[in-house]
């Protein structure tokens, strides 16, 4: 009998230990896929400043905007 009560305290406490892992690793996943969405996110910018650059043929205005871009 007091062996019934022993099996169901170190289940409940077994059970807890799982629980308290399992958010563990959720947050971790949570944390993985922010990190990853923020990554994408300065892509899709940059991208867009790539994109939007005017495709010039001129080797002075060419110069001019790498010094432009350096100093950023």
């Known amino acids: 009998m007091i062996f019934g009560r022993i099996k169901l305290y170190l289940a409940a406490a077994g059970a807890?230990?799982?629980a308290l892992f399992a958010a563990y690793l959720?947050?971790?996943s949570d944390k993985g896929e922010a990190v990853?969405?923020?990554?994408?996110e300065e892509y899709v910018?940059?991208?867009k400043r790539m994109d939007d650059v005017?495709?010039?043929?001129d080797p002075a205005a060419l110069r001019d905007w790498l010094?432009?871009?350096g100093k950023q």
Do not use: M
Request: glycine share 4%; net charge positive; aromatic share 4%.
């Open 36 to 40: 990853e969405r923020e990554r994408l």
């Open 45 to 47: 910018e940059t991208r």
């Open 54 to 57: 005017p495709i010039d043929d």
């Open 26 to 28: 959720r947050g971790r």
């Open 67 to 69: 010094r432009e871009r």
């Open 16 to 18: 807890f230990v799982v």
